[in-house]
């Protein structure tokens, strides 16, 4: 079964990712939409060996609003899932 990035919630500049059967050492990294830019600031890896778990990404202040998504790569930077886009105000 593929790697899912399952849900995302926003709240005080915290973004709280659920996701399914994503590897550990698996990075999850914030892209804006419109440009395409890793902002390599938001990187997150899974360190737990669970098939279902969560993660908690910070965004620094520098994050401006607009539509991003979040995609993971496996150990080896290939890619293993990407949300849906979402929108931050």
Known sequence: MKPLISSIE???????V??????VGAKVV????????QLPETVTRVASPVPV???RIKL????EPGTYFLRAFNGHGEDA???ADFEIR
């Open 10 to 16: 926003i709240e005080n500049r915290v973004i709280v």
């Open 18 to 23: 659920k996701y399914q059967r994503l590897m």
């Open 30 to 37: 914030l892209i804006e939409k419109a440009s395409g830019r």
């Open 53 to 55: 778990g969560a993660l």
């Open 60 to 63: 620094p202040e520098a994050i």
């Open 81 to 83: 899932a990407q949300s």
